[in-house]
């Protein structure tokens, strides 16, 4: 069973930067995989705002994070970043992690349902 373990949210002002990490830990399989970051405010749905495949060539972004969030991966680690650039109080909400295990998941990574192991979130408040 795979755990994901999400780490980096806090408070910061308007303009600043966060990094958020995400460690896999359990059984991944043998073949690469996707993992993603959502996050989700008190009264909105739940968004998809990048995800990427282990096995690399493939990412995606949310047009919210497009041009201010890089997704990256450090796969000796099993872990996976989301750099935030120039926050906004848009931004404020619990940020989760998700893996997406099955093996052809890259052709899909804009696809939130086929994500099937979350994490607990970290919390992220910019402040204007």
């Known amino acids: 069973q795979v755990r994901l373990v999400e780490s980096g949210g806090g408070s910061v002002q308007a303009g600043g930067s966060l990094r958020l990490s995400c460690v896999a830990s359990?059984?991944?399989?043998?073949?690469?995989?996707?993992m993603g970051w959502f996050r989700q405010a008190p009264g909105l749905e739940r968004e998809e705002v990048a995800a990427?495949?282990?096995?690399?060539?493939?990412?995606f972004y949310g047009d919210s994070a497009k041009g201010r969030f890089t997704i990256s991966q450090d796969n000796a680690k099993n872990t996976v970043y989301l750099q935030m650039n120039s926050l906004k109080p848009d931004d404020t909400a619990m940020y989760y992690c998700?893996?997406?295990?099955?093996?052809?998941?890259?052709?899909?990574?804009?696809?939130?349902?086929?994500?099937?192991?979350w994490g607990q979130g970290t919390q992220v408040t910019v402040s204007s």
């Open positions: 998700a893996a997406n295990l099955d093996p052809e998941c890259w052709k899909r990574l804009w696809a939130t349902n086929e994500f099937g192991t």
């Open positions: 359990g059984h991944t399989g043998s073949s690469s995989y996707c």
């Open positions: 990427t495949y282990t096995g690399g060539g493939a990412t």
